[in-house]
């Protein structure tokens, strides 16, 4: 019958336990391979005869403490949601400033062509130029608009 010894409870400060294995040769030979197959084996001695008369042998083994939480196996702290907000706080402003900017632009536009009077053709150009983009935008998506189109026979 094997025999482990456990001369301390407690690890030392690396997380290992040392145990004292005593048995017959192949007792001690087949708990040492339970231990390596585990993956908690970490060394073991050279089999010892105590006694030339009785066949058992002695053996100390290092194995790991899995019952101790080591810092190198906690998870990582959640990180804060700083990204995604940076990155949301920076196309609103690139989107905010290209807003402004259409808005001063077309201002300015307004401003110049109201005094020579060709207003009515800065608008005439601005209605064509929103049924282009809308006319685009539903030949890339593929479906109907709802216009009464003879492409679909939407009615």
């Known amino acids: 019958m094997t025999v482990i010894v456990q001369p301390s409870t407690q690890p030392d400060a690396s997380g290992l336990l040392t145990r004292r294995v005593i048995g017959t040769a192949e007792e001690v030979a087949a708990t040492v391979a339970l231990l390596r197959g585990s993956g908690t084996?970490?060394?073991?001695?050279?089999p010892k005869q105590l006694n030339p008369t009785d066949?058992?042998?002695?053996?100390?083994?290092?194995?790991?403490?899995l019952t101790v939480e080591h810092p190198a196996r906690r998870p990582a702290a959640p990180r804060p949601w700083v990204k995604p907000l940076v990155i949301g706080g920076s196309i609103l402003s690139v989107?905010?400033?290209?807003?402004?900017?259409g808005y001063l632009a077309?201002?300015?536009?307004?401003?110049?062509?109201?005094?020579?009077?060709?207003?009515?053709?800065?608008?005439?150009l601005a209605v064509v130029g929103v049924l282009v983009l809308l006319v685009r935008a539903g030949r890339r998506k593929g479906a109907c608009m709802g216009w009464h189109c003879p492409g679909c026979g939407h009615r």
């Open 106 to 124: 077309a201002q300015r536009a307004l401003d110049s062509a109201s005094g020579t009077g060709s207003l009515a053709l800065l608008g005439f």
């Open 95 to 101: 989107i905010a400033g290209l807003v402004v900017g």
């Open 55 to 65: 066949p058992r042998v002695t053996v100390l083994v290092r194995v790991r403490d």
């Open 41 to 46: 084996l970490v060394a073991a001695s050279v």
